[in-house]
């Protein structure tokens, strides 16, 4: 095991070293989240390859060059980038173009558990593959769990995912899942997430990461590698709905490399990012200039605000904002603003996007696209001005009429107040069982 972390830690050094955004160290531990003087800070990687190459993968593998892994993790899908007909018409806007993460067979985009979080999923089991680690712990609250557990499933590589017990209904696959421990915890995503930090504790697990994960954003990375590789440039405008602001990190990172590249431009694209009233804490700091969030101004009842929202993708309590490369840093450099939707906007989004586009999106997508009708009839964006509008998820519908999907079983149910004694002896036995001992 030694043996083969030095390994695919020399293998990566080759292609690409990791640096600590704030003190600018490389950090040579192969999967730290931080670096060793504990900055708060994210780590960044950096490519030996200026140019981007392109390789001969369908998916997102396509952009491999610029993916902290070694070889591809196939069958994968990818993000693809399309110029919008219908939508680009309705809103007056010449040069709309989208970028779909999902399913939507007519438009040659499979992926299968609907969302860009798969994007994300894909180069980080790849990468602890690679690099021989533990196995990862994923907290999530639907979406992410999903996709890590359809990635599981399609590669036979071992997770350990942890969901509060109402987000069960979300968590399917479209192939039988073996290796899937999965916990449920009564209670609501923080739960989860103080649950799953204490299992990612444990010997033989490893936290996954969430947005400190390079392997994470780089994946994301690839909606913004893909418009500029598809469209010739990089867009003037991006929009996204935000919960972490994972992907719009994702965006500024890529399109700082694209800059780099030579290219696909030299300007950096402004980020729209969008949250879901009445849950808006990122949108709240920054027009109120502030780099903190202050959680009794910014998130006032957030139980209350959570239970509210239309997308609860987006509500992230604890996002990488103020943290050094993170969202506020990406907003200062790239320069944009931020958008707060309401639920009634954003159904009527959901629909004219259905109408124009025939495909059904994510609720957080239909977030998105209600921001960039805003903006249009503020005057934000000009008429001939390259757009990418980032639809995060979508095709749920046709995923249920093309495929079988496989509900999950929890390993096991954490009743509340309940010692995790049980499910440590468990997940102990699942993990020395023969058809799973870590990723090899
Ligand atoms: C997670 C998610 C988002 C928000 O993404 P972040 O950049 O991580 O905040 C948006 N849309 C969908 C469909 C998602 O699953």
């Given at each position: 095991m030694e043996d083969q972390r030095i390994a695919g830690y020399k293998r990566m050094n080759r292609k690409y070293r990791v640096r600590c955004v704030e003190g600018g160290e490389v950090v040579k531990a192969p999967l730290a989240l931080q670096c060793a003087?504990?900055?708060?800070?994210?780590?960044?990687?950096?490519?030996?390859?200026?140019?981007?190459?392109?390789?001969?993968?369908?998916?997102?593998?396509?952009?491999?060059?610029?993916?902290?892994?070694?070889?591809?993790?196939?069958?994968?899908?990818?993000?693809?980038?399309?110029?919008?007909?219908?939508?680009?018409?309705e809103l007056g806007l010449k040069n709309l173009f989208i970028s779909f993460s999902g399913y939507f067979p007519e438009r040659n985009t499979y992926l299968t558990s609907g969302s860009f979080k798969e994007l994300e999923a894909l180069p980080t089991l790849q990468r602890i593959k690679e690099i021989g680690g533990r196995i990862p712990v994923i907290a999530s609250a639907g979406n992410t769990g999903r996709a890590f557990a359809e990635i599981s499933a399609k590669t036979g590589l071992p997770v350990v995912i942890v969901?509060?017990?109402?987000?069960?209904?979300?968590?399917?696959?479209?192939?039988?899942?073996?290796?899937?421990?999965?916990?449920?915890?009564?209670?609501?995503?923080?739960?989860?997430?103080?649950?799953?930090?204490?299992?990612?504790?444990?010997?033989?697990?490893?936290?996954?990461?969430?947005?400190?994960?390079?392997?994470?954003?780089?994946?994301?990375?690839?909606?913004?590698?893909?418009?500029?590789?598809?469209?010739?440039?990089?867009?003037?405008?991006?929009?996204?709905?935000?919960?972490?602001?994972?992907?719009?990190?994702?965006?500024?990172?890529?399109?700082?490399?694209?800059?780099?590249?030579?290219?696909?431009?030299?300007?950096?694209?402004?980020?729209?990012?969008?949250?879901?009233e009445p849950f808006t804490p990122m949108v709240s700091a920054w027009w109120a200039g502030r780099s903190q969030i202050i959680p009794d101004i910014d998130m006032p009842d957030a139980s209350t605000a959570?239970?509210?929202?239309?997308?609860?993708?987006?509500?992230?309590?604890?996002?990488?904002?103020?943290?050094?490369?993170?969202?506020?840093?990406?907003?200062?450099?790239?320069?944009?603003?931020?958008?707060?939707?309401?639920?009634?906007?954003?159904?009527?989004?959901?629909?004219?996007?259905?109408?124009?586009?025939?495909?059904?999106?994510?609720?957080?997508?239909?977030?998105?696209?209600?921001?960039?009708?805003?903006?249009?009839?503020?005057?934000?964006?000009?008429?001939?001005?390259?757009?990418?509008?980032?639809?995060?998820?979508?095709?749920?519908?046709?995923?249920?009429e093309d495929l079988s999907l496989f509900s999950l079983d929890p390993s096991v149910r954490i009743a509340p107040g309940e010692d995790p004694g049980r499910a440590i002896s468990l997940l102990n036995a699942w993990m020395t069982g023969t058809s799973c001992q870590g990723i090899r």
């Open positions: 003087s504990g900055h708060d800070s994210l780590l960044r990687t950096e490519y030996a390859r200026k140019r981007l190459p392109l390789q001969p993968y369908p998916g997102m593998f396509r952009y491999l060059a610029w993916l902290p892994v070694d070889r591809p993790l196939l069958p994968s899908g990818g993000p693809v980038t399309f110029q919008s007909a219908g939508l680009g018409r969901v509060p017990e109402r987000a069960l209904p979300r968590l399917w696959t479209t192939a039988p899942a073996r290796e899937i421990f999965l916990i449920t915890v009564s209670g609501d995503y923080t739960d989860a997430i103080e649950f799953s930090n204490m299992v990612a504790a444990l010997p033989g697990c490893m936290p996954e990461g969430g947005a400190r994960n390079v392997a994470r954003r780089d994946g994301m990375g690839t909606v913004m590698l893909d418009a500029a590789v598809t469209t010739g440039r990089m867009p003037d405008h991006y929009f996204q709905a935000i919960g972490s602001g994972t992907g719009a990190i994702a965006a500024w990172e890529a399109a700082m490399r694209l800059v780099r590249d030579g290219r696909f431009g030299v300007r950096l694209p402004r980020l729209h990012l969008v949250q879901n959570v239970a509210q929202v239309m997308s609860d993708v987006l509500t992230n309590r604890n996002p990488p904002y103020g943290i050094r490369g993170g969202v506020y840093d990406a907003m200062t450099n790239a320069g944009g603003t931020m958008y707060g939707v309401a639920n009634r906007e954003g159904h009527a989004a959901a629909l004219l996007i259905r109408e124009a586009e025939g495909i059904d999106v994510d609720p957080a997508a239909a977030v998105a696209t209600a921001a960039l009708v805003q903006s249009v009839s503020a005057d934000g964006v000009a008429p001939d001005d390259h757009i990418l509008l980032n639809v995060t998820g979508g095709g749920y519908e046709r995923i249920r």
